[in-house]
């Protein structure tokens, strides 16, 4: 199952673990976001037609990002958008995130792989503000 972290009705993040599984497409996201996350499970034989994208005029305000962790563990920590510590997650190799609003910060556990999608093009230190995040003596880790 995979988990929706809201807070105050905002998403924050989209976890889906690595043991998910459903058969067809399923989209995790809204037709809102600026970043679409689906699973998708065909069986041999399935044929998803050859096909363009089409230049479709968007409008990204916020950079959201997707981590596909294929190997470690990481301990993400969760603020809403002026930079409080709400609660934090552990994820492990397989699971894959999706940080939609509010701010969040990352420790790593055990030694981490992992690859990150998001809207480019990359603005370097344009594209975020940096603040002081918590220790992990202080992380809340919420385990479903």
């Given amino acids: 199952m995979a988990e929706y972290i809201k807070h105050k009705d905002k998403l924050l993040a989209i976890i889906i673990p690595s043991d998910f599984k459903k058969s067809g497409i399923h989209f995790f996201t809204s037709n809102e976001l600026s970043q679409q ?35 470690g563990k990481l301990r993400v920590d969760f603020y809403d958008d002026g930079k409080n510590y709400l609660e934090s997650r552990m994820l492990c190799a397989g699971d894959v995130i999706l ?17 990150e999608v998001k809207q480019g093009p990359y603005a370097g230190e344009e594209d975020k503000t940096r603040f002081k ?5 202080e992380a809340k880790i919420k385990s479903e």
């Fill in 37 to 71: 996350l689906a699973y998708m499970h065909h069986p041999e034989g399935k044929i998803i037609e050859p096909h363009v994208h089409n230049p479709v005029p968007r409008e990204v305000k916020f950079t959201q990002e997707v981590l596909f962790l294929r190997k």
């Fill in 99 to 115: 940080l939609s609003t509010g701010g969040h910060g990352f420790e790593v556990i055990e030694e981490i792989e992992m690859i």
């Fill in 133 to 137: 995040g918590i220790t992990k003596e």
